[in-house]
Protein backbone atom coordinates (compact mmCIF):
# COMPACT_ATOMS: atom_id res chain seq x y z
CA UNK A 1 0.00 0.00 0.00
CA UNK A 2 1.52 3.29 -1.03
CA UNK A 3 0.76 6.13 1.13
CA UNK A 4 0.93 9.75 -0.03
CA UNK A 5 2.34 13.04 2.34
CA UNK A 6 1.86 16.00 0.72
CA UNK A 7 3.56 19.54 1.61
CA UNK A 8 4.40 23.25 1.21
CA UNK A 9 0.82 24.57 1.55
CA UNK A 10 0.22 27.49 3.12
CA UNK A 11 -1.17 31.16 2.93
CA UNK A 12 -0.13 33.61 0.08
CA UNK A 13 -1.01 36.84 -1.55
CA UNK A 14 -2.70 36.95 -4.65
CA UNK A 15 0.45 36.85 -7.20
CA UNK A 16 2.51 35.32 -5.53
CA UNK A 17 3.92 31.36 -5.88
CA UNK A 18 3.73 28.31 -3.96
CA UNK A 19 5.40 24.97 -4.41
CA UNK A 20 3.53 21.69 -2.67
CA UNK A 21 5.63 18.41 -3.09
CA UNK A 22 4.11 14.79 -2.76
CA UNK A 23 6.42 11.80 -1.28
CA UNK A 24 5.22 8.47 -1.75
CA UNK A 25 5.96 5.85 0.90
CA UNK A 26 7.30 3.42 -1.33
CA UNK A 27 9.01 3.08 -4.63
CA UNK A 28 7.49 4.79 -7.40
CA UNK A 29 7.40 2.45 -10.25
CA UNK A 30 7.97 3.61 -14.20
CA UNK A 31 4.18 2.64 -14.91
CA UNK A 32 2.52 4.77 -12.18
CA UNK A 33 0.33 8.00 -12.89
CA UNK A 34 0.74 11.04 -10.71
CA UNK A 35 -1.94 14.17 -10.11
CA UNK A 36 -2.78 16.83 -8.39
CA UNK A 37 -6.55 17.65 -7.73
CA UNK A 38 -8.20 20.57 -5.51
CA UNK A 39 -11.28 21.02 -3.18
CA UNK A 40 -12.46 24.03 -2.63
CA UNK A 41 -15.35 25.15 -0.52
CA UNK A 42 -18.60 23.62 -1.13
CA UNK A 43 -17.07 21.99 -4.41
CA UNK A 44 -16.50 18.73 -6.30
CA UNK A 45 -12.62 17.73 -6.17
CA UNK A 46 -11.31 18.84 -9.49
CA UNK A 47 -8.88 18.08 -11.37
CA UNK A 48 -5.56 20.16 -11.52
CA UNK A 49 -2.71 18.43 -13.30
CA UNK A 50 -0.77 14.63 -13.94
CA UNK A 51 2.13 13.87 -14.83
CA UNK A 52 3.04 10.05 -16.05
CA UNK A 53 5.90 8.90 -13.95
CA UNK A 54 7.88 7.02 -17.31
CA UNK A 55 8.49 10.06 -19.95
CA UNK A 56 7.20 12.73 -17.98
CA UNK A 57 4.24 13.51 -19.98
CA UNK A 58 2.02 15.88 -18.29
CA UNK A 59 -1.59 17.44 -18.60
CA UNK A 60 -3.47 20.17 -17.22
CA UNK A 61 -6.79 21.78 -16.13
CA UNK A 62 -7.34 24.66 -18.64
CA UNK A 63 -7.38 27.22 -15.69
CA UNK A 64 -4.04 26.63 -14.50
CA UNK A 65 -2.45 26.05 -18.11
CA UNK A 66 0.76 28.87 -18.25
CA UNK A 67 0.67 29.37 -14.06
CA UNK A 68 1.46 25.84 -12.51
CA UNK A 69 3.70 23.15 -13.09
CA UNK A 70 3.41 19.46 -12.42
CA UNK A 71 7.34 17.67 -12.07
CA UNK A 72 8.73 14.52 -10.32
CA UNK A 73 12.10 13.86 -9.46
CA UNK A 74 13.20 10.11 -9.71
CA UNK A 75 15.94 10.79 -7.06
CA UNK A 76 13.81 12.08 -4.44
CA UNK A 77 10.53 9.73 -5.36
CA UNK A 78 8.84 12.98 -4.97
CA UNK A 79 6.33 14.84 -6.97
CA UNK A 80 5.85 18.57 -6.94
CA UNK A 81 3.00 21.41 -8.34
CA UNK A 82 4.76 24.64 -8.69
CA UNK A 83 2.09 27.04 -8.73
CA UNK A 84 2.65 31.11 -9.75
CA UNK A 85 0.86 33.79 -10.33
CA UNK A 86 -2.18 32.67 -7.75
CA UNK A 87 -5.13 34.11 -7.69
CA UNK A 88 -8.16 34.19 -4.96
CA UNK A 89 -9.82 30.97 -6.61
CA UNK A 90 -7.10 28.60 -6.34
CA UNK A 91 -7.95 28.65 -2.56
CA UNK A 92 -8.81 25.18 -1.88
CA UNK A 93 -7.63 21.67 -0.02
CA UNK A 94 -4.92 20.65 -2.51
CA UNK A 95 -4.50 16.01 -2.67
CA UNK A 96 -2.02 14.21 -4.22
CA UNK A 97 -3.28 11.14 -5.93
CA UNK A 98 -1.29 8.18 -7.23
CA UNK A 99 -2.32 5.64 -10.10
CA UNK A 100 -0.10 2.36 -10.47
CA UNK A 101 -0.78 2.45 -14.09
CA UNK A 102 -2.79 4.77 -16.74
CA UNK A 103 -6.16 3.29 -16.97
CA UNK A 104 -9.44 5.06 -17.51
CA UNK A 105 -9.70 9.18 -17.58
CA UNK A 106 -7.60 10.68 -16.12
CA UNK A 107 -8.46 13.89 -15.03
CA UNK A 108 -10.87 11.75 -13.20
CA UNK A 109 -10.78 11.00 -9.18
CA UNK A 110 -11.68 7.37 -10.17
CA UNK A 111 -8.39 6.90 -12.42
CA UNK A 112 -6.22 6.76 -9.10
CA UNK A 113 -5.46 4.06 -6.31
CA UNK A 114 -3.93 6.49 -3.62
CA UNK A 115 -4.64 9.84 -1.72
CA UNK A 116 -2.78 11.79 0.51
CA UNK A 117 -4.86 13.40 3.47
CA UNK A 118 -4.46 17.03 1.63
CA UNK A 119 -2.86 20.45 2.23
CA UNK A 120 -4.33 23.90 2.66
CA UNK A 121 -3.28 26.42 -0.05
CA UNK A 122 -4.83 29.90 0.85
CA UNK A 123 -4.88 32.91 -1.81
CA UNK A 124 -5.37 36.18 -0.28
CA UNK A 125 -6.71 38.96 -2.32
Known amino acids: QVQLVESGGGLVQAGGSLRLSCAPS????????MAWFHQAPGKKREFVAS????????NYADSVKGRYTISREDAKNTVYLQMSSLKPEDTAVYYC??????????????????WGQGTQVTVSS
Open 26 to 33: GRIFSSYV
Open 51 to 58: IRWSGGIT
Open 97 to 114: AGAAYSRGVLTTENAYDY
